[in-house]
């Protein structure tokens, strides 16, 4: 039966109410990890083609059977069945009805559970690489802007009232030393993620069977191989859940740069704008220019926390070996990656077009803004912190 779930050996059918609930929506995220799927499964049968399980012919004819699935899913013609549970078991079943007795053999040595792992092993490594890059080009553009503004004066803030004197560049390069330093994170982010979970299978390895792990690990392009195999299992969830709270700082800057922007370009600061292109309207008051993208930013932080917590919270409490509740980390983690990739997107595409209206930003200079620097000249006068704090104080709270 081409729909049989791959540990089924009877007739008997899975209850269609279990089946839908166990599968959920799952086969779904298979499908959008299916080409890290692909990879792996290369990599794995060269290893059993090297040790003697696949002959040349039927590593010849799988070899083809991949690259076709890959080119159907370019072409948006390869899809998993919820029957099919996952991608795993799509691609053994494309295999074994094209090319038989070689397709059945693509699972030796290997279970879903190490597919699913190095399939996400290889999309963080890729996602990483990617996110590293923006997030780099990120703090330049800010480093960029803060250049063009240097010298513009603005009111700094403390409790929402203003405090103290400020340029627009320092507020500007604020962000772009927080991602600075978010980068110093990401190599050992980098060091954790790259080590290959294939062939440690369901969590104990296979006594009796040699997996060649080295060669997979060489083939892979990973660092290393993740040695003992609970950990690989363990490590399902866990490394996802750390790759997500490593980079969560990203889109906590990116909150406070929409939250800053949705204040300073509100007609009652008027220090920021954007082009026109970037601001949405209202469909009955037709004045209106609205910062939507700020304001669905910073909405999607807390929808970023949510789902690294979601992971996390998955993972909390678990026996040790496989348990079917880490399927449920898959969806959230990826959603999550996705959403910090738009949200640089946005940004990369909204920090080089900012517009400053120096005279707003001049003609709110007020006194006030400059009390600190009056005590300052105070104590450069030999006059002790404290005694011109009251002096100045008391001068200002005197004015009529």
Same mark, same amino acid.
């Given at each position: 039966? *081409?729909?049989?779930?791959?540990?089924?050996? /009877?007739?008997?059918?899975l209850?269609?109410?279990?089946?839908a609930?166990?599968?959920?929506?799952?086969?779904?995220?298979d499908?959008? %990890?299916?080409?890290?799927?692909?990879?792996?499964?290369?990599?794995?049968?060269?290893?059993?083609?090297?040790?003697?399980? %696949?002959?040349?012919?039927?590593?010849? *004819?799988?070899?083809?059977?991949?690259r076709?699935?890959?080119?159907?899913?370019e072409?948006?013609?390869?899809?998993?069945?919820?029957?099919?549970?996952?991608?795993?078991?799509?691609?053994?079943?494309?295999?074994t009805?094209?090319?038989?007795?070689?397709?059945?053999?693509?699972?030796?040595?290997?279970?879903?559970?190490?597919? =699913?792992?190095?399939?996400?092993?290889?999309?963080?490594?890729?996602?990483?690489g990617?996110?590293?890059?923006?997030?780099?080009?990120? /703090?330049?553009?800010?480093?960029?802007?803060?250049?063009?503004?240097?010298?513009?004066?603005?009111? +700094?803030?403390?409790h929402?009232?203003?405090?103290?004197?400020?340029?627009?560049?320092?507020?500007?390069?604020?962000?772009?030393?927080?991602?600075?330093?978010?980068?110093l994170?990401?190599? $050992?982010?980098?060091?954790?993620?790259?080590?290959?979970?294939?062939?440690?299978?369901?969590?104990?390895?296979? *006594?009796?069977?040699?997996n060649?792990?080295?060669?997979?690990?060489?083939?892979? +392009?990973?660092?290393?191989?993740?040695?003992?195999?609970?950990?690989?299992?363990?490590?399902? +969830?866990?490394f996802?859940?750390?790759?997500?709270?490593?980079?969560?700082?990203?889109?906590?800057?990116?909150?406070?740069?929409?939250?800053?922007?949705?204040?300073?370009?509100?007609?009652e600061?008027n220090? %920021? =704008?954007?082009?026109p292109?970037?601001?949405?309207? &209202?469909?009955i008051?037709?004045?209106?220019?609205?910062?939507?993208?700020?304001?669905i930013?910073?909405?999607?932080?807390?929808?970023?926390?949510?789902?690294q917590?979601?992971?996390?919270?998955?993972?909390?409490?678990?026996?040790? $070996?496989?348990?079917?509740?880490?399927?449920?980390?898959?969806?959230?983690?990826?959603?999550?990656?996705?959403?910090?990739e738009?949200?640089?997107?946005?940004? %990369?595409?909204?920090?080089?077009?900012?517009?400053?209206?120096?005279?707003?930003?001049?003609?709110?200079?007020?006194?006030?803004?400059f009390?600190?620097?009056?005590?300052?000249?105070?104590v450069?006068? +030999?006059?002790?912190?404290?005694?011109?704090?009251?002096?100045?104080?008391?001068?200002?709270? &005197?004015?009529?």
């Open positions: 039966m *081409a729909d049989k779930k791959l540990w089924q050996s /009877a007739e008997t059918p209850n269609t109410l279990i089946e609930y166990t599968v959920g929506d799952d086969y779904l995220t499908g959008e %990890l299916l080409p890290f799927d692909l990879r792996a499964s290369e990599a794995h049968g060269a290893m059993l083609h090297k040790q003697g399980v %696949l002959s040349d012919d039927e590593w010849r *004819a799988l070899q083809t059977g991949l076709e699935i890959g080119e159907l899913w072409q948006g013609r390869f899809s998993i069945r919820p029957e099919q549970e996952d991608g795993h078991t799509a691609i053994e079943q494309f295999l009805e094209k090319y038989g007795e070689a397709g059945k053999k693509i699972h030796t040595g290997r279970s879903r559970n190490d597919q =699913a792992l190095v399939m996400l092993r290889l999309f963080m490594k890729e996602r990483l990617s996110l590293r890059q923006s997030l780099r080009s990120l /703090a330049e553009a800010f480093r960029t802007a803060a250049g063009r503004h240097a010298t513009q004066a603005m009111p +700094g803030y403390t929402l009232q203003r405090a103290m004197p400020t340029t627009v560049g320092v507020w500007l390069a604020s962000f772009a030393e927080a991602l600075e330093d978010l980068l994170l990401l190599p $050992g982010l980098q060091k954790l993620i790259d080590q290959n979970p294939l062939g440690s299978a369901s969590g104990f390895g296979i *006594a009796n069977f040699k060649d792990r080295a060669f997979t690990t060489r083939k892979l +392009g990973f660092a290393r191989v993740q040695e003992n195999p609970i950990y690989c299992a363990h490590s399902r +969830g866990s996802e859940n750390i790759f997500l709270s490593t980079l969560a700082p990203a889109m906590l800057i990116a909150g406070r740069f929409a939250n800053d922007m949705l204040l300073f370009s509100s007609a600061f220090f %920021l =704008a954007l082009p292109e970037y601001t949405t309207g &209202s469909s008051m037709p004045q209106k220019r609205n910062y939507d993208l700020f304001e930013m910073r909405g999607n932080v807390r929808r970023y926390l949510h789902w917590r979601e992971v996390e919270d998955i993972t909390a409490g678990l026996f040790s $070996g496989y348990q079917r509740d880490l399927q449920l980390t898959k969806r959230p983690f990826t959603r999550a990656v996705a959403l910090l738009n949200t640089l997107r946005v940004l %990369l595409e909204t920090v080089p077009r900012l517009i400053v209206n120096r005279a707003a930003l001049e003609a709110a200079m007020s006194e006030e803004l009390l600190t620097e009056k005590v300052y000249e105070q450069n006068r +030999g006059l002790s912190f404290r005694q011109a704090y009251h002096q100045v104080k008391k001068e200002w709270q &005197s004015k009529p």
